[in-house]
């Protein structure tokens, strides 16, 4: 059965950022599919609250609270997953985060702080757990952003970081093959809330424009990500490697202005039929 190949049945997956939004997601959808999980993340409760909904659904996990950027935190994960499971097939580097801030305010830690998170902690994470994985053959997916790729004011330190990402993705990939696959995704503009609390309550219109820069016309959600990341996982990409997977509704970033306002035009013209029709 070609269902088959998206299964993760008996393999032990490392989810970061598992505590809430994309990460939780991914965390409890590969469980869905027969993973036992190892969530990683640095807020107990809500690490407690995925390990509960995948234990409530019949699933296998352990909870890791650690910070990803101190220099132990790669040994302790692994030790606490073979601990647990005794080996490691699959790496989500989902942990990321950083505010965006024009250049001439950003300080030197808040750009230190974006490559200790966004890069410096997966290279460390993937590193320590590549030897795990040699044996049997494993799978890394970085989870990436739109601002590796837009040029955005005061998003420097996010995205140069992202970026880094990226390119750390296509280098792993050479260097790990054949047994290691290393991939990323390139994630657009997700509704979690996070992204409710930093952006679309602190920028006035902002949903509206990101739907209108997106031809799907609507953000896209944790399930998304979390679908997509379990096809880089699982057997179903066993020929992929390398890869930057952009999950963002089809945004195209060099679009002209007059393209986007006319975009956003249409959209506006649509959502008022539909609220005339109904």
């Given at each position: 059965m070609i269902l088959d190949a998206f299964r993760l049945d008996r393999k032990v997956a490392i989810v970061t950022g598992a505590g809430r939004g994309i990460g939780a997601e991914i965390a409890r959808s590969f469980a869905?599919?027969?993973?036992?999980?190892?969530?990683?993340?640095?807020?107990?409760?809500?690490?407690?609250?995925?390990?509960?909904?995948?234990?409530?659904?019949?699933?296998?996990?352990?909870?890791?609270?650690?910070?990803l950027t101190a220099s132990d935190a790669p040994e302790r994960i692994v030790d606490e997953a073979l601990a647990a499971f005794g080996r490691i097939d699959v790496l989500v580097n989902n942990a990321g985060g950083g505010g965006h801030v024009p250049t001439k305010h950003a300080k030197d830690d808040h750009f230190e702080a974006a490559l200790d998170l966004n890069f410096k902690a997966p290279f460390y994470l993937t590193r320590a757990v590549a030897p795990h994985m040699r044996v049997r053959g494993g799978a890394v997916v970085n989870i990436s952003s739109g601002f590796a790729r837009a040029?955005?004011?005061?998003?420097?330190?996010?995205?140069?970081?992202?970026?880094?990402?990226?390119?750390?993705?296509?280098?792993?990939?050479?260097e790990y093959a054949p047994r290691i696959r290393v991939n990323a995704i390139r994630v657009g503009a997700v509704t979690t809330e996070n992204m409710k609390r930093s952006l679309l309550e602190a920028v006035p219109g902002i949903g509206e424009k990101l739907e209108a820069w997106t031809p799907l016309e609507r953000h896209g959600t944790p399930a998304d990500i979390a679908q997509a990341a379990l096809f880089l996982a699982s057997p179903a990409s066993s020929f992929v490697t390398a890869r930057i997977l952009p999950v963002d509704g089809g945004v195209v970033l060099e679009r002209s202005a007059m393209e986007l306002i006319a975009r956003a035009e249409r959209l506006a013209e649509r959502k008022s039929e539909r609220k005339a029709g109904s």
């Open positions: 869905e599919v027969g993973a036992e999980i190892v969530c990683v993340a640095r807020t107990c409760s809500e690490l407690d609250e995925t390990k509960a909904a995948i234990e409530a659904a019949g699933g296998r996990a352990i909870a890791v609270d650690c910070d040029a955005n004011v005061g998003s420097i330190p996010y995205g140069g970081a992202k970026a880094a990402l990226e390119q750390l993705t296509r280098m792993m990939a050479m």
